[in-house]
């Protein structure tokens, strides 16, 4: 059997991408090998620029938001004195606040929004003998009840995880190491919470760091290190432990009631230096997984996938040449070297020993938490509203303070670049018969609606997914940047 493509792990990230390659007219097949969908909250918060990318699906972020719980800063706190606050209302989005919600409802909202779609994720359903090459891959797929499905693809995305059998099956390195450290996670119910619950607390104490995370009113995750253990897993932690923990390094008088999930984990810091081999694709945990602060890892995955599904979607529609894939690891790979990065930074950071060290960065945090634009700056970070391309091989010329790679803030009450039933462009522009004709020359690849301009005088091309093309005063420059999109796909189909 042929099928055009197969995404191999239905999590958050596997799920978003069959949405996306559905809603724009692409046959798909998602399978999982785990018979169920994860009862876990594992992944704690969607972040703004996720949340902005899923309103251009069907159904909008709206059923995300609704099932989630709003938080409106993150404050810092050493030896029981505030050093600073983050605050979520500056993060210039719709969607200006982090949302909690734990990644057993996001998967189970996705998994609604592909039923609404007609899609059907295939689960205990195993992908084996994957064996890629120039025109797709060839793989073995293993149902539950022993049966072998033997199928051909024209096009393999690994979304399976960090144990992903896609990325072993292409034989690349996932480069990186293990932090010498135990850590804990405990999903809890707790009273006596002195803070706010629309805010998360990060507790910098002497022998450690403690996280606590509001998930609803009463119910909280909270993280934090531990001297390292012998053993390929750490130990699982007692909910008495945990409550040791809390009175030592935490708030006053805060109890916690009962236990919902209690874990012991290792940080792992990994990625893979290519998303793309041939036909074959990776994105989330199989292609970077990071340390748990700033919980970006789910939220970069899915926009990995978002970033792979317009563009993959061009290519199989023979509306733009395959080498448009070209970007995609690019893009990816280096806002997963970014987040990485930023990720150990906080680690480091929470995890100082040396006692003179530790009033240093208390200091230093008390006074760049006090300037706004530092501060304002931190949150833009978190939500990933800044993630741009600055140096993607996608970008064209600019006109104006907006540069190529560069996010443009989606309007309240337009719809978003994206969402509707075909990945295309988005033109705007003051509308003319110069900027008419662009639409009637690529009309596989313009929406045929022109948008109020983005800067004076100028005509601004933004992607499917929301970041500049490219902007300029000569339509010529417009045609010439959306020729090279086309390449030789307007040949094949003449």
């Not at 390094?249 to 874990?263: D, E």
């Not at 150990?344 to 929470?350: F, G, I, K, N």
């Not at 662009?438 to 970041?467: E, M, N, Q």
Request: aromatic share 6%.
């Amino acid at each position: 059997m042929k099928i055009p493509v197969l995404i191999v792990g239905a999590g958050p990230v596997g799920m978003t991408l069959a949405s996306e390659l559905d809603r724009y007219g692409i046959p798909v097949r998602i399978v999982d090998k785990a018979p169920h969908r994860t009862d876990k909250s594992k992944a704690m918060v969607l972040w703004s620029r996720t949340l902005e990318l899923l309103d251009r699906g069907v159904g909008g972020a709206a059923p995300f938001v609704d099932a989630g719980f709003k938080l409106e800063g993150v404050t810092f706190i050493a030896s029981d004195r505030v050093v600073g606050r983050v605050a979520m209302d500056s993060i210039p989005s719709l969607h200006n606040y982090a949302l909690a919600l734990p990644q057993s409802e996001t998967e189970r909202l996705l998994e609604e929004r592909l039923v609404k779609q007609g899609v059907r994720v295939e689960r205990d359903v195993e992908a084996t003998m994957i064996a890629p090459d120039d025109s797709g891959a060839d793989t073995v797929l293993v149902h539950g009840d022993g049966r072998k499905e033997t199928v051909r693809v024209d096009w393999m995305i690994g979304c399976d995880g960090a144990h992903s059998t896609v990325r072993h099956a292409m034989s690349v390195p996932f480069a990186g190491e293990t932090l010498l450290s135990d850590w804990f996670l405990a999903d809890v119910h707790m009273s006596g919470y002195p803070r706010p619950d629309t805010d998360a607390s990060i507790h910098w104490h002497k022998d450690g760091v403690l996280l606590i995370f509001p998930i609803q009113p009463g119910r909280y995750r909270i993280i934090g290190d531990l001297p390292a253990t012998e053993g390929a897993t750490p130990p699982t932690p007692t909910l008495d432990q945990v409550q040791d923990l809390v009175d030592q390094r935490g708030p006053a008088g805060t109890r916690l009631n009962g236990a919902i999930w209690l874990s012991g984990f290792r940080i792992n810091g990994r990625k893979v230096a290519s998303y793309r081999q041939r036909r074959t694709f990776l994105a989330g945990d199989a292609a970077h997984i990071h340390s748990p602060a700033g919980g970006q890892g789910m939220n970069t995955g899915m926009q990995d996938a978002m970033n792979l599904g317009w563009k993959l979607a061009l290519v199989i529609r023979g509306d733009a040449d395959e080498s448009l894939l070209d970007s995609y690891s690019p893009e990816r790979s280096s806002v997963g070297d970014t987040v990485l990065k930023a990720a150990e930074r906080l680690t480091a950071v929470a995890t100082i020993r040396n006692p003179v060290a530790q009033q240093l960065r208390n200091l230093a945090a008390h006074f760049a938490l006090g300037l706004t634009h530092f501060s304002s700056g931190v949150a833009e970070t978190m939500s990933e509203v800044d993630i741009h391309y600055a140096d993607s091989p996608l970008n064209g010329p600019h006109h104006g303070s907006l540069k190529s790679g560069q996010r443009v803030a989606p309007v309240e009450g337009q719809a978003a670049a994206g969402s509707g039933s075909r990945p295309v462009f988005v033109l705007c522009g003051m509308e003319s018969s110069q900027v008419e004709s662009l639409v009637s020359t690529f009309p596989d690849l313009l929406d045929a609606t022109i948008k109020p301009p983005l800067h004076a005088d100028t005509i601004s091309l933004v992607r499917p997914d929301g970041y500049l093309a490219c902007s300029s005063q000569d339509t010529g420059e417009i045609a010439a940047y959306l020729r090279r999109i086309e390449g030789s796909s307007r040949m094949r189909a003449s």
